[in-house]
Each structure stands twice: as C-alpha cells, then as structure tokens.
C-alpha cells in the first residue's frame, strides 16, 4: 500500500470491521438467491501463510465458518486461486480435485460446485464459491455469466475490505515505518471534533488529489 492508497483507504475506512462483514455478506447472500444454492462463501487468500479463509458464508455453514482456514493448495478452490480460472462442477463424486475432507470439515459435503477468482488487477485475492445450485435452474452458459458478475462484485467489495484492514493497522501504528507519516494523518483525521471534520476531509482529499498527481519532492 502506497502513500496515496493509504491515505485514500484511511479517510473513508471506520472503526468497526461491521461494515466490512455486511458488504461481504450482501454478495454471498445475493449470489446463493439468484442461484438458488444451498450455499455461498467468499474465501479470501492469505499469502503470508498461504491459506484460504472463509470471509463470509450465507447458507451451509454461515453459523460457525467464518475466519475457518485451510491450506490454499487443496481441492477446487486452491486450483482456482492457483490457475485463476472459474470452474462448474455438476458432478463432484467424479471430480479428481474434490477434496472431500475439506468439505467434511466444514460439515457440509456439496454435490455440485461453482468457482471463480476473485480478481484484483492481475492479483488472485480469493475465490467465490456456490455449492449445490438449483438444479432446475441449471444452464452452464448463463451459470457462467452470471458466476463471473458475481465474482467481479465480491472481487471490488474484498479488495476495498482489505485496504480498509491495512489502514486500520495504520491506526494502531501496525504500518510499515514509511507510512508512518500516513498514519499520523489519519489518526489526527479521527481525533478531530465532529464540526472540524468537514475541513480535515477536505484538506485530507486536497493531499490525496496532489499525489495523484505524480510524485512530490521529499514524498
């Protein structure tokens, strides 16, 4: 995270990770309605322990997932995040990826399986997943389709939930040492009074625009 994403990320990002859980949870949950699916999840990836992590779940699961990892080398959706290409699976039992002992520690096995990256810039940061769609609904074309729009939503809402969580260590003061300049800003930004944060957002946006602009002396 550069300066600029920094302070951008720091300005609109809140004290509660709330927010974060409900944008995720309205795209599992909108995906599973217009699916039909027993379940929906979005699996973020962690490259420092290069695991996969469940995000947010809506259907099978949603009670007790969340925050559940596994390594990111195993079954489906490891082959999406390593291949980053989506994949329908009507038939898991025939599946040589499956991995069924994954799926049994979640304690639900699907039948069925949809998957696709979720995409920041050229970067994997994830997968969407869709277990066990309506059958009576099922068109791999249409399901295709509608599988990448949902990806493309839950991909924009997990890369904004990640930035927000990298300027929230900025807050802490858990940034790198040369964001610390950023992370004096921002914590000043959140300690102003009510009726003087109007003027620091927009001196705030002022700076944010200038770096925008290209490279400053000293920056």
Known sequence: MNRQ???????????????????LQSVVEAARGVFGARASSIIGHDPAADELVFEAVSGEGEEFLVGERFSATRGIAGWVLVSGEPVIVDDLAEHGVF???IAE??????RALMAAPLLDGDRVIGVLEVLDRDPAQRSSLR????????????ATAFALVQRARGARKLLRGEGPAELADVADLARAFTALPTDRRAAGRRLLQALAETLATGPVDGL
């Open 5 to 23: 994403d920094a302070l951008a990320t720091a300005l609109a990002v809140t004290e509660s990770e709330a927010g974060d859980r409900e944008l």
């Open 105 to 110: 520690s979640t304690r639900y096995v699907p």
């Open 99 to 101: 991995d069924r002992a």
């Open 143 to 154: 399901d295709l389709d509608w599988l990448g729009l949902f990806a493309q939503q839950a």
